[in-house]
């Protein structure tokens, strides 16, 4: 490990040495009307970071191209007669890629003789201008710039107020106390399945993300009352969007990591003459040699997996802009018993267990403006998500007449079509209207049999394989929606909506009212306050659970309805200066309909979903469960300015769930608090300050979460863990302590156009020992501590061109 590090390093100096050059770059735009999405012909874009003037204007299509600009952070402003005035900064210009912004600009309220303060684009707002509380939007740059995120979107998402991810193994997105079943995934306006690489069905997390933040344009985030056209979720929102390729010249990228594996990626135009373009980039994984190389991954097992990602923009034509867009990916891995040690945090010493999973998506996306203030927009995508999974168990372990047995056999598919329009209407300069419909077919073909309920009929102590579940069929749901955001003044601001949903498993129906007010009380000061109700169906491996019957399986959960909450969140916004801002948020969801067991007992569904599974035995369930989730949040943040940038988030919350024995309990979610605190720094160097160090760290701790402890004597009886259902989720472990270190080198040439970066990511730095949970050996028949991974050193290198 020490020799390749020493070797790239070297690389990367001798390459620079070589490469030492300065010069600029183009920068390239579209400036958009952000309610109508219209071009805005004529306005004015400014290059304000230096003392020359470089300015131009947008065209007949709204685009603008401005010529040498110095390499680095740059400010530009952008004014159009009519419209509120905007100030773009820190925009990062380097020499291996051009820069391209996508600029929406609102139309100004007030009248011609009035003062207009020019303002800086707000980070800590959405880019859908109709989710204005608890959202905000997050780019590509963050999720590769933050110490400790892996280049994961889930693990950006763990440092922003109300996100707990205190788990180093999956990047499960745990949504102020919520399940991380509840949030949903969606890309370029469709829901999606579960984006990761060793993903299960009716999970949302895994290991490792499928997502490759290259090909992300900023996006958005939501935790909480979110508006009316999102549904099918109880705790949030992940509204994703692919950038689109250069239009005008053809860009490489290659790039290899720890964690994100070798990468190449390519884009350019497909055709100048209606500016279309394509993107495409493929991965796969390194972590084989990362093993080789001495680095601890949390299992002796080699994990293989890759992805593919692509879009296609066909520009513009009379019949409205075409895009075509995909992800695929495939992940294996297979634990071996005599390879296992009691550190893995996936296996079992005394199994072998193997894991195949597939996942994909493709749509075709349509946007028109049918006139000067309303388009339309349609997306169809098609996805499927796979795993085929097995666990064989050593018996006689040790004597001459050790053998195995299949204990677990599984193979979970799912296949959906999805098609979702809407309509756009920008009525006024203070009313704009939206509304459509999403449709969603989903068939689903589930298959699981397992021996891990500990029955042996037939005396031979080999555990009998149980059908746990077994299932092909259909299903569909559709979900309209209305919308509307009516400015009642500069000051005041409402948006309300109606999102409704259907699902034709068992005819369930929700109508679900959302709202929100604005009051912008200064320039400096505003207070939001938002409602939501939200449903949300069940994971298919709960719904679908069989229950065997006189010799014939019945599906009792079949008739479950949705998982229902309201939301309430108040919270006020402080925008200290043009770089730093505050924001306090309080809370309150009411859980109600939930899924727990017929006869009294600790089960609710609020409590799975952070595993690579779902309880096997829960077939006979109803909604009557409750739960609630509640708690106050502060972020304080310093967005990337002067070299440097600064966050600390911080939440308190409490979340509580009553299963049918009518106790109320600590969820398995509810670590108390969370505390994140995250900053960096760059140094420029170089003859026009051209190169860059950068510097970045983070810290974390949360509290333990609570669990239920095993049961040691009914364990060691039935030879499998069983847990102490008298102590449901009364313990609670060991907080959670992480402390990370990045630091890199950024080097530009434009002589050649070429540019490159290489990073060094110590995580644990500290080599804390995490606890990640107690597990029962029926090797030593003890309870084990397996504790999370420790010091972890991650590392990237990247060259554009």
């Known amino acids: 490990m020490k020799r390749f590090i020493q070797t790239l390093v070297l690389f990367v100096i001798a390459t620079t040495m070589i490469l030492a050059q300065n010069g600029t770059?183009?920068?390239?735009?579209?400036?958009?009307?952000?309610?109508?999405?219209?071009?805005?012909?004529?306005?004015?874009?400014?290059?304000?970071?230096?003392?020359?003037?470089?300015?131009?204007?947008?065209?007949?299509?709204?685009?603008?191209?401005?010529?040498?600009?110095p390499l680095g952070r740059q400010t530009f402003e952008v004014n159009y007669l009519g419209y509120e005035p905007i100030v773009i900064q820190n925009i990062d210009v380097t020499a291996g890629k051009e820069v391209?912004?996508?600029?929406?600009?609102?139309?100004?309220?007030?009248?011609?003789?009035?003062?207009?303060?020019?303002?800086?684009?707000?980070?800590?707002?959405?880019?859908?201008?109709?989710?204005?509380?608890?959202?905000?939007?997050?780019?590509?740059?963050?999720?590769?710039?933050?110490?400790?995120?892996?280049?994961?979107?889930?693990?950006?998402?763990?440092?922003?107020?109300?996100?707990?991810?205190?788990?180093?193994?999956?990047?499960?997105?745990?949504?102020?106390?919520?399940?991380?079943?509840?949030?949903?995934?969606?890309?370029?306006?469709?829901?999606?399945?579960?984006?990761?690489?060793?993903?299960?069905?009716?999970?949302?997390?895994g290991p490792v993300s499928a997502l490759n933040p290259n090909f992300l344009k900023n996006s958005d985030f939501m935790t909480s009352a979110f508006p009316s056209e999102y549904g099918n979720a109880i705790s949030g929102v992940f509204d994703l969007g692919f950038r689109s390729g250069n239009k005008d010249k053809m860009e490489y990228m290659a790039q290899i990591g720890a964690?994100?594996?070798?990468?190449?990626?390519?884009?350019?135009p497909i055709s100048k003459q209606n500016n279309s373009s394509f993107i495409i980039g493929y991965r796969y994984s390194f972590l084989g040699i990362a093993q080789a190389l001495g680095m601890n991954i949390g299992t002796n097992a080699v994990p293989n997996y890759s992805d593919i990602s692509f879009k296609l923009d066909f520009g513009k034509s009379k019949l409205g802009n075409f895009t075509l867009f995909g992800i695929g990916g495939t992940s294996d891995i297979e634990f071996l018993a005599t390879e296992v040690d009691s550190t893995d945090l996936f296996a079992a010493d005394d199994e072998d267990a193997r894991a195949e999973s597939k996942f994909g998506v493709i749509?075709?996306?349509?946007?028109?403006?049918?006139?000067?203030?309303?388009?339309?927009?349609?997306?169809?995508?098609?996805?499927?998500?796979?795993?085929?999974?097995?666990?064989?168990?050593?018996?006689?372990?040790?004597?001459?007449?050790?053998?195995?047995?299949?204990?677990?056999?599984?193979?979970?598919?799912?296949?959906?079509?999805?098609?979702?329009?809407?309509?756009?209407?920008?009525?006024?300069?203070?009313?704009?209207?939206?509304?459509?419909?999403?449709?969603?077919?989903?068939?689903?073909?589930?298959?699981?049999?397992?021996?891990?309920?500990?029955?042996?009929?037939?005396?031979?102590?080999?555990?009998?394989?149980?059908?746990?579940?077994?299932?092909?069929?259909?299903?569909?749901?559709?979900?309209?929606?209305?919308?509307?955001?009516y400015k009642l003044s500069k000051a005041w601001t409402a948006n309300l909506g109606i999102h409704g949903m259907y699902y034709d498993l068992n005819e369930d129906i929700a109508i679900e009212p959302r709202a929100a007010l604005n009051w912008q009380v200064t320039d400096q000061h505003r207070i939001n306050l938002g409602y939501g109700l939200h449903s949300q169906t069940q994971p298919l491996p709960i719904q679908l659970a069989s229950m065997i019957v006189d010799n014939e399986a019945t599906y009792p959960n079949r008739a479950l309805g949705f998982t229902r909450s309201h939301q309430f969140v108040l919270g006020y916004d402080y925008k200290i200066n043009s770089s730093w801002r505050a924001k306090l948020e309080v809370y309150y969801q009411s859980l109600f309909d939930v899924p727990v067991d017929v006869e009294p007992s600790t089960f609710s569904v609020l409590n799975v979903g952070a595993d690579f599974g779902f309880p096997i035995d829960k077939n006979n369930l109803v909604n009557t469960g409750t739960g609630n989730n509640q708690g106050v949040e502060l972020t304080l943040e310093r967005f990337f300015s002067s070299g440097y940038y600064f966050l600390a988030t911080g939440s308190l919350f409490d979340s509580k769930f009553t299963p049918s024995d009518g106790i109320e309990r600590n969820t398995a979610f509810n670590n108390?608090?969370?505390?994140?605190?995250?900053?960096?720094?760059?140094?420029?160097?170089?003859?026009?300050?051209?190169?860059?160090?950068?510097?970045?760290?983070?810290?974390?701790?949360?509290?333990?979460?609570?669990?239920?402890?095993?049961?040691?004597?009914?364990?060691?009886?039935?030879?499998?863990?069983?847990?102490?259902?008298?102590?449901?989720?009364?313990?609670?472990?060991?907080?959670?302590?992480?402390?990370?270190?990045?630091?890199?080198?950024?080097?530009?040439?434009?002589?050649?156009?070429?540019?490159?970066?290489?990073?060094?990511?110590?995580?644990?730095?500290?080599?804390?020992?995490?606890?990640?949970?107690?597990?029962?050996?029926?090797?030593?028949?003890?309870?084990?501590?397996?504790?999370?991974?420790?010091?972890?050193?991650?590392?990237?290198?990247?060259?554009?061109?």
Do not use: C
């Open 25 to 69: 770059q183009n920068v390239k735009g579209l400036v958009l009307d952000k309610q109508s999405e219209i071009p805005l012909i004529g306005a004015t874009v400014q290059l304000l970071s230096t003392g020359e003037s470089n300015g131009t204007t947008t065209d007949i299509d709204g685009q603008f191209v401005l010529r040498n600009i």
């Open 100 to 205: 391209y912004l996508n600029i929406e600009m609102e139309e100004s309220l007030v009248t011609l003789d009035e003062v207009v303060i020019t303002a800086a684009i707000d980070k800590d707002k959405s880019i859908n201008d109709m989710a204005t509380v608890s959202s905000r939007q997050f780019s590509m740059e963050e999720v590769n710039r933050y110490s400790g995120g892996r280049s994961d979107v889930g693990r950006l998402a763990g440092n922003f107020a109300g996100v707990s991810t205190a788990d180093d193994s999956r990047n499960d997105i745990v949504i102020r106390g919520n399940s991380p079943t509840g949030l949903l995934w969606r890309l370029e306006g469709i829901p999606i399945p579960s984006p990761n690489h060793f993903s299960t069905v009716g999970t949302t997390g």
């Open 259 to 268: 964690i994100t594996g070798f990468e190449a990626m390519i884009e350019g």
């Open 363 to 485: 749509g075709l996306k349509h946007n028109i403006l049918l006139n000067d203030k309303s388009y339309l927009r349609t997306v169809v995508g098609y996805s499927g998500s796979s795993v085929v999974f097995g666990r064989d168990r050593y018996y006689n372990i040790g004597e001459s007449d050790e053998f195995s047995s299949p204990l677990v056999i599984g193979d979970d598919s799912q296949t959906r079509l999805s098609v979702s329009t809407y309509y756009n209407s920008k009525v006024s300069n203070r009313l704009t209207l939206r509304g459509g419909v999403l449709y969603e077919r989903v068939n689903v073909n589930l298959s699981q049999d397992s021996g891990e309920q500990g029955i042996d009929d037939d005396g031979d102590g080999i555990l009998d394989l149980i059908e746990i579940y077994k299932f092909d069929e259909t299903t569909a749901t559709v979900q309209p929606f209305l919308q509307g955001q």
């Open 672 to 801: 108390q608090y969370v505390l994140n605190i995250l900053g960096g720094r760059e140094f420029n160097w170089g003859k026009d300050k051209q190169h860059r160090f950068t510097f970045d760290t983070k810290l974390t701790t949360a509290g333990g979460r609570y669990y239920t402890p095993v049961d040691l004597e009914a364990s060691r009886v039935n030879e499998f863990q069983v847990l102490d259902e008298s102590q449901a989720y009364d313990l609670q472990y060991a907080p959670y302590f992480r402390w990370d270190v990045k630091f890199g080198i950024k080097l530009n040439n434009t002589k050649r156009k070429f540019s490159q970066a290489l990073f060094f990511d110590i995580q644990n730095v500290t080599n804390t020992e995490n606890i990640f949970r107690q597990s029962y050996n029926r090797n030593t028949n003890q309870v084990n501590d397996v504790y999370q991974i420790g010091f972890f050193p991650n590392f990237m290198y990247k060259v554009e061109f």
